[in-house]
């Protein structure tokens, strides 16, 4: 099967360290196909930078669908366009946020999430709320470390978020733990082992999630709010974006 997975953001080292980790995980005959949208912030830290990365993103899903696609990963941890995505997709799509969410409730009856900055923080506490797993989540956490930082092989980013951990560890009684970047994608493996609790990296969940759903026939329900768009008139750069119903 082929599956897309779309970083939001456009920084190519960092698209390179996504596609690294999904094809690490992927299963034979899973062809991984990594992109980034052309325009749009190189990284995404709070609401703003979400905002122009949206447009971009279902772009690539169009182009995915357009291929035949056999599921897509939104991988930045917000989840950025995830419902516009799944309106406009017959193949499953998941976002690394929602598919670790999941999976370390399934490992530890509370995890913690580490993300990067203090100022992504509420989009992710919506998200729980959203997804129905806040009560499951004991914090969530910033190690304050920028995105690109995550890409700078000098940074002590990887201290910073294994402070968190054990932070987590002794304060929130944390069973498991939730990276929150798609640029920590690299880091999950050698956090757990050096901290001895399970640490989900969001890139990996999500590949096998669409994996799963799409081995046995799941596709994004096309009723409710993920009803194609109907036909309508867009204006200015988005004309080519309107929905042909
Ligand atoms: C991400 N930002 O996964 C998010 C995470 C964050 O550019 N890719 C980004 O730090 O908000």
Known sequence: MHILVINP???A???AK???AARAVAAPGTVITAVQPANGPVSIEGYYDEAFCIPGVLEEIARGEANGVA??????????GLEAARSLARAPVVGIGEAAYHVASMLGHRFSVVTTLSRSIPCLEVNLLKYGL???CARIRAAEVPVLELENPASDAA?????EIERAKAEDHADAIVLGCAGMA???????ERHGLPVVDGV???VKLVEGMASIGLKTSKRGGYAPPGPKVYRGIFADAAPKG
């Not at 690299?186 to 757990?192: C, G, K, N, P, Q």
């Open 159 to 163: 201290r910073r978020i294994g402070e």
């Open 204 to 206: 990996a969940a999500a």
């Open 134 to 136: 806040d009560r499951r």
């Open 9 to 11: 953001n456009t920084t």
């Open 13 to 15: 080292s960092m698209t």
């Open 18 to 20: 996504i596609g690294e």
């Open 71 to 80: 599921g897509h990963v939104i991988a930045c941890f917000d989840d950025t």
């Open 186 to 192: 690299d880091l999950a493996a050698v956090l757990s």
